[in-house]
Nanobody, 119 residues
Framework: QVQLTESGGDSVQAGGHLRLSCVTSGDIFTKYCMGWFRQAPGKEREEIALIDADTTTYGDSVKGRFTIFKDYGKKSLLLQMTALKPEDTAMYYC??????????????WGQGTRVTVSL
């Protein structure tokens, strides 16, 4: 059984940084696509960053500020967020797929961790 558990969300001031973590269980971690998404109140879910083997992709709104990477020892997917802006305020979700990122199909989702950025 695959489970994804996010942590690291917090309230920070604009310009600050956070690191989100998604601990995985099951056999999902190493091979296929994993990613981070976010959803702000009243808005659609937004794809933030994906990682597929050694390939990463980023949404335009976070490119250059956020970095997605894996900690293989801890079987965790991480998202390092820097230069945070109020518009980064959202619930952040970790997702995992049994396919490569080109499919954009995700089979497993975490419960989310909240990030709030204030001026």
């Amino acid at each position: 059984q695959v489970q994804l558990t996010e942590s690291g969300g917090d309230s920070v001031q604009a310009g600050g940084h956070l690191r989100l973590s998604c601990v995985t269980s099951g056999d999902i971690f190493t091979k296929y696509c994993m990613g981070w998404f976010r959803q702000a109140p009243g808005k659609e879910r937004e794809e933030i960053a994906l990682i597929d083997a050694d390939t990463t992709t980023y949404g335009d709104s976070v490119k250059g500020r956020f970095t997605i990477f894996k900690d293989y020892g801890k079987k965790s997917l991480l998202l390092q967020m820097t230069a945070l802006k109020p518009e980064d305020t959202a619930m952040y979700y970790c997702a995992a797929s049994r396919a490569y990122c080109s499919s954009r199909q995700f089979d497993y989702w975490g419960q989310g961790t909240r990030v709030t950025v204030s001026l």
